[in-house]
């Protein structure tokens, strides 16, 4: 049975993986993540492709320093780069497992951006999958929550992540089988001492799983249960999709006008799905809203006035339903100065997760349009734009005199290119399972859905 396991691998590679481009790898150096590495090599050396490893000193213990090294040295002997990243700073006291997960998806995330690498493998097992079921449902998630991890899914970090795909080719297979695989063909794997320390919720998890085994509750149900509900899921996201093609309409300078009737109609599930990936879209925020923020958009639909919650402003009144991004936060309030919207890496600076600028001259800088119109030569570019919408759309300035407002005008050139990311941001959030689909970001949704 262990010896079928590589050709499995290889055969789920060649559906998923893109026909061209260099392919990451994430390894740690355990057992799974090195069956991948091998199969993995095994399968691109056989198809000509180019696969980089990525490997990660958390600095949690003495031994990691060493341990990437052991990695990187397997590598080298496969024949592949491997580049190391590390985890820098203070670490938290509280909170750790969270923090570490956090750090190690952006150190990934922005690597893989550095290397044009537009998908990475992880080592994800099903054993993996069962317990992350069992902990989303003792801690009363959502159903969709329990549909555990996808094997095809986007980052979740954003907007460092926006261009990437994990793939977890590993998912339908038993971490005893890939050890009795790496056991026949004579190799050895790291075993993390933190594995054993039931401190963390994963562990102790991990142990009442083995004692339910030993008792005779085959544990696969659990990864059979997230694949059903990854289904339903599926077949749900889908008709949102469809509903939102009918009912949504995204601009190009970050503004979305909303047929209040047809979206209002749809059962809430859907309605709820379209709030998250909108307000997402168009806020920019990295982190998902709560279910109290999208509470209060779905309350508003049927309301005439404004709310504000979950970084974006809803505005319901007689001449439609627009939603935008809530000037608040970008503009600053009374009792909270105004945050820094750049956030850059290496040389992906992206404006407050809305806009991803290039090309801009350093006698440009980027901000909120605000109140001061200075150097607009015609006021007519904002007649179609709510007034509660203008203050907070990206104007490039020189000299404090606007050049360009992107999404609105034709002049966005003389202050670099500025590239709107709503409707990636929606279709990812909105289809997961799907590539990011590229198309001109004035027109409707349609060309995602024909």
């Not at 889908?238 to 209040?260: F, K, M, P, Q, T």
């Amino acid at each position: 049975m262990s010896a079928a396991l590589e050709p499995r691998v290889h055969a789920w590679l060649d559906r998923q993986v893109e026909p061209a481009g260099t392919l990451g790898l994430a390894c740690s150096g355990g057992s799974d993540s090195t069956a991948l590495l091998l199969m993995a090599a095994s399968w691109a050396k056989a198809r000509g492709r180019r696969l980089h490893i990525l490997t990660l000193d958390h600095g949690l213990r003495r031994e990691s320093a060493s341990e990437v090294l052991r990695v990187a040295a397997r590598a080298k002997a496969l024949g592949l780069p491997c580049e190391i990243l590390s985890w820098s700073g203070d670490k938290p006291e509280r909170g750790l497992q969270a923090a570490a997960r956090q750090a190690r998806h952006t150190l990934l995330a922005r690597a893989c951006r550095s290397q044009g690498i537009r998908q990475l493998l992880l080592g994800h097992t099903q054993d993996d999958q069962a317990e992350t079921v069992w902990m989303r449902l003792e801690a009363g998630g959502h159903w969709r929550g329990c549909s555990g991890m996808a094997p095809v899914a986007p980052s979740p970090l954003w907007p460092a992540g926006r261009d990437l795909q994990l793939l977890r080719p590993l998912l339908a297979l038993r971490r005893t089988k890939l050890r009795d695989w790496l056991t026949r063909r004579g190799e050895g794997w790291l075993d993390d001492p933190s594995n054993q320390d039931e401190a963390y919720a994963r562990i102790r998890i991990r142990r009442h799983l083995e004692r339910l085994e030993g008792a005779g509750f085959p544990t696969c149900r659990l990864a059979a249960l997230a694949d059903d509900l990854r289904q339903v899921q599926a077949q749900e996201d889908w008709a949102a999709a469809v509903l939102a093609r009918s009912c949504i309409r995204i601009e190009a300078w970050g503004g979305a006008r909303i047929d209040a009737h047809r979206l209002s109609m749809a059962p809430p599930a859907l309605r709820y799905r379209i709030w998250e990936a909108l307000s997402l879209a168009l806020s920019g925020q990295s982190g998902l809203p709560d279910r109290r923020a999208l509470d209060r958009l779905d309350a508003a639909l049927l309301a005439t006035g404004r709310v504000t919650a979950a970084g974006v402003l809803l505005d319901v009144s007689a001449r439609g339903v627009w939603m935008v991004r809530d000037p608040g936060p970008v503009l600053g309030r009374v009792d909270r100065p105004a945050p820094e919207l750049m956030s850059q890496h290496g040389d992906d600076p992206v404006w407050d997760g809305r806009f991803a600028l290039s090309s801009v001259p350093a006698s440009v800088s980027p901000g909120v349009l605000g109140r001061d119109y200075s150097g607009l030569p015609e006021r007519d570019v904002l007649s179609a734009i709510p007034g509660f919408a203008r203050p907070g759309l990206l104007a490039l300035r020189r000299a404090g005199r606007v050049v360009a407002l992107p999404g609105l005008d034709d002049r966005t050139a003389e202050g670099g290119i500025a590239e709107p990311l709503f409707l990636h941001r929606f279709c990812t959030r909105l289809l997961p399972g799907q590539r990011p689909v590229w198309f001109d970001t004035s027109e409707s949704l349609q060309p995602l859905l024909q």
